[in-house]
């Protein structure tokens, strides 16, 4: 996509225990029957993936919504997530599951299998990633997988480039051939077979010019590679989602790299493990390349129609899953800005559709990604709020069970309306911390808004806070909710994050109202 600015039943089988103490086998029956019910009552999310028609359901068949967040440095000659030299990668994990990301995005680069690459530009003081030291790429993604899997994200690995160098417009070069990108994919998908927070791996980031999709010639046709690199991973984990970007341009017409997929009509990605394919498609604003469709005197209105000639189509005829896997903007044009609210509404807000909505993961959490600028602001901490505020609708549950979906049910009326409120602290370094505070509905029914109040008992002052508003009077702080956050069902939770300074504060009693 032109971005030449850009350098930067298995788990929840598994988890159920049943009290099979003299159970006959006369009961066989029973037990299977709990442990469906046990399987279907658990939150969405739970296990491996898979699909069917244009929806992602979780193990026990519940539909699921990706709306996450792209974290890139792997695939860059750092070989490892970026920012890493401002902040704990614990605290970048927690403050993304605050914001209400539920999917994590990490791009790589082959180089991360070579023992000469080793990660560099990662800040040890003060405590800061101290369980990352000394490990390479792969052993320090091992980590971020773990930690992100323990607080209920997702992961999809992204085979962004060969090497450091670059992207590609094929999925191979001469010093990386098809034969060395299949055995790295087949060595990530063994790494992590036990781990059903990898859900998928993205074969091969934005193929352009000259690759071809359904062509038939096997050095250029994306479509013919999918397959056999889709293939190729579903052998050694057949559980995993296998997700396929599109081209350049097909039949003539072009696009974003990666973002045509107007072949799938007529040469579907065809695999041996069914119900595994998810179609990605990647779009972007002026600010990164311009397209003829912002010169259309109808935009934005015409751009639901471009959407779905490139792939929207794929998700309105029911064909399979589309994942927008990376979109992003500095939003510094009224037509960047149109773009986005124009993108947003078309991914189908979750409130009105749920997890029957297209899927998507942006780009980036990174502020250095030169053409897009990031979630973050260049100090690594503070949350651009404007640009996190137009994601708010699409944002979906966590998983399994942080999150709540704004579509929720209403209050029927009666019952009680409480809250508890439970406070972290995720990282601290002596001259500032970052806390992360869970809102759980304690009462019994759903509440609509809440709050949140505490006191420091020293001269702690909120310096940022995301997914919540704040005020503060002396050591006192009141947080209330966000517009997307404050309807909480019975029973649900969801979080917001904070960073503050001085540090070594210790953790304040809170105290949580809901209405």
Request: hydrophobic share 40%; with cysteine; charged share 15%.
């Amino acid at each position: 996509m032109f971005r030449s600015l850009r350098r930067a039943l298995c788990a929840a089988a598994a988890a159920l225990v049943l009290p099979l103490a003299g159970v006959q086998a006369t009961d066989a029956a029973a037990v299977d029957a709990a442990a469906k019910t046990a399987v279907a009552q658990a939150a969405p999310g739970d296990g491996y993936w898979h699909t069917s028609g244009r929806r992602i359901l979780d193990a026990a068949g519940q539909p699921v919504r990706i709306a996450g967040i792209n974290w890139f440095g792997f695939e860059t000659a750092n070989y490892a997530p970026h920012g890493l030299w401002a902040r704990d990668y614990k605290s970048m994990i927690d403050q993304m599951k605050s914001l209400g990301y539920n999917t994590l995005r990490l791009p790589y680069s082959d180089d991360i299998f070579k023992s000469g690459s080793v990660p560099n530009s990662i800040d040890f003081s003060g405590g800061k990633n101290a369980d990352l030291q000394g490990l390479g790429s792969l052993q320090i993604m091992d980590r971020i997988v773990a930690y992100a899997g323990q607080g209920g994200l997702k992961v999809v690995l992204d085979r962004h480039r060969p090497d450091a160098g670059g992207q590609s417009a094929l999925w191979y070069t001469s010093a990386v051939p098809e034969t060395t990108w299949i055995a790295n994919l087949k060595a990530l998908a063994a790494r992590y077979k036990r781990s059903s927070a990898v859900i998928g791996i993205d074969l091969h980031n934005e193929p352009h010019d000259p690759a071809c999709w359904g062509c038939g010639d096997t050095a250029r046709d994306w479509r013919l590679a999918a397959q056999r690199a889709g293939n190729a991973v579903l052998s050694v984990n057949p559980e995993l989602l296998i997700f396929v970007e599109g081209v350049q341009t097909f039949n003539g017409v072009s696009g974003w790299w990666g973002g045509n997929l107007m072949g799938v009509a007529q040469y579907p990605v065809q695999l041996d493990v069914p119900n595994r394919v998810v179609y990605s498609a990647h779009d972007y604003a002026t600010s990164v390349a311009h397209q003829s469709w912002f010169d259309d005197p109808s935009f934005p209105a015409n751009m639901p129609d471009i959407w779905d000639k490139y792939w929207g189509y794929i998700f309105k005829q029911n064909i399979a899953p589309v994942w927008v896997g990376e979109f992003g903007t500095t939003l510094q044009s009224t037509t960047d800005q149109k773009w986005l609210a124009a993108l947003v509404s078309y991914l189908r807000p979750t409130s009105t559709y749920g997890a029957d909505s297209i899927s998507w993961t942006f780009w980036s959490w990174n502020p250095n990604s030169g053409d897009t600028g990031g979630i973050l602001k260049d100090d690594w901490t503070t949350v651009d709020t404007v640009k996190d505020g137009y994601l708010a609708s699409i944002k979906a549950p966590g998983f399994p069970g942080g999150g709540t979906d704004p579509g929720g049910p209403g209050d029927p009326g009666g019952g009680t309306a409480a809250c508890t409120a439970a406070y972290g602290v995720s990282s601290d370094w002596g001259g500032g911390f970052n806390a992360e505070v869970k809102v759980t509905n304690s009462g019994t029914t759903p509440i609509k808004s809440w709050k949140v109040t505490w006191t420091w008992p020293g001269a702690q002052q909120v310096t940022s806070m995301w997914n919540a508003s704040y005020t503060q009077s002396g050591a006192s702080v009141t947080a209330a909710n966000a517009a997307h956050n404050g309807s909480v069902p019975t029973g649900g939770s969801v979080s917001f994050g904070l960073g503050g300074a001085p540090g070594n504060g210790g953790v304040p009693s809170v105290t949580c109202t809901a209405a």
